[in-house]
């Protein structure tokens, strides 16, 4: 299970770390966790390849903190991920200047869009396999 698969994504609105300050540090993250943002860093990787030569230039996250959208490029992306695993959490970033909604997509859509590219990779496999679910399908 991806950060984005409980709605509630990454926090995006928190302050940076403070770990000097009165704010404690984060606790580590589990193995679990960490092998889910290794994960959610090489799927991001292949959401990337695909979806990047369409003209998308990222993701859309919605933030329960201001109960609004954020557009993150690829490129941050991969470093909120990145800052999760060594730090245990992701610090405030600037949203990009008046973002056009329509250059970002939901991890949700990313994730159909590369299950759709793997069926039909699958379906024209010389060994006639079907059947089996794309990487990203979900069983519920």
Same mark, same amino acid.
């Given at each position: 299970?991806?950060?984005?698969?409980?709605?509630?994504?990454?926090?995006?609105?928190?302050? &940076?770390?403070?770990?000097?300050?009165?704010?404690?540090?984060?606790?580590?993250?589990?193995?679990?966790?960490?092998?889910?943002?290794?994960?959610?860093?090489?799927?991001?990787?292949?959401?990337?390849?695909?979806?990047?030569?369409?003209?998308?230039?990222?993701?859309?996250?919605?933030?329960?903190?201001?109960?609004?959208?954020?557009?993150?490029?690829?490129?941050?992306?991969?470093?909120?991920?990145?800052?999760?695993?060594?730090?245990?959490?992701?610090?405030?970033?600037?949203?990009?200047?008046?973002?056009?909604?329509?250059?970002?997509?939901?991890?949700?859509?990313?994730?159909?869009?590369?299950? &759709?590219?793997?069926?039909?990779?699958?379906?024209?496999?010389?060994?006639?396999?079907?059947?089996? &679910? &794309?990487?990203?399908?979900?069983?519920?």
């Amino acid at each position: 299970m991806s950060a984005f698969d409980d709605g509630s994504g990454f926090d995006f609105g928190s302050a &940076g770390p403070d770990f000097g300050g009165d704010r404690p540090a984060p606790p580590p993250l589990t193995m679990e966790e960490r092998a889910g943002v290794l994960d959610d860093l090489a799927e991001l990787e292949v959401f990337r390849t695909l979806l990047e030569p369409t003209g998308v230039k990222g993701i859309v996250v919605d933030c329960p903190d201001c109960d609004e959208e954020h557009h993150v490029d690829w490129a941050l992306m991969q470093a909120n991920l990145r800052q999760l695993l060594e730090e245990g959490q992701t610090g405030r970033h600037e949203p990009p200047f008046d973002p056009n909604p329509d250059d970002y997509v939901s991890w949700d859509y990313a994730s159909g869009y590369a299950d &759709g590219v793997a069926a039909l990779a699958e379906r024209d496999e010389p060994t006639g396999r079907h059947g089996a &679910g &794309g990487k990203h399908s979900r069983d519920d």
